[in-house]
């Protein structure tokens, strides 16, 4: 079992930074890769960045670039530092753990979410 908490989020002016963060908890979070994901309303859960166990990453092409995707096993956190940020970013942003995947499906555990708002 592994549980996921989001932080970070809030509201930013276009081109400005905000760092995401998600605490996991349980003995085997070292071993699942670790996605970020995103919904806007009305819209799909949609790929951001994905980090594999041993910190391979992908990401999606509208955030290649200015997003960052990283892992601190020891303290069991990911992050997602997001630069430039545009008024197309906002989304509620989520994290998950599973496979090294860029499909939302196969991801097996999921946190609460935490809203990103970029102000043009």
């Known amino acids: 079992q592994v549980q996921l908490v989001e932080s970070g989020g809030g509201l930013v002016q276009a081109g400005g930074s905000l760092r995401l963060s998600c605490a996991a908890s349980g003995r085997t979070f070292s071993s699942y890769a670790m996605g970020w994901f995103r919904q806007a309303p009305g819209k799909e859960r949609r790929f951001v960045a994905a980090?594999?166990?041993?910190?391979?990453?992908k990401y999606a092409d509208s955030v290649k670039g200015r997003f960052t995707i990283s892992r601190d096993t020891a303290k069991n956190m990911v992050y997602l530092q997001m630069n430039r940020l545009e008024p197309e970013d906002t989304a509620v942003y989520y994290c998950a753990a599973g496979p090294y995947s860029d499909y939302p499906n196969g991801y097996g555990y999921w946190g609460q979410g935490t809203q990103v708002t970029v102000s043009s």
């Open positions: 980090i594999s166990w041993n910190e391979l990453t």
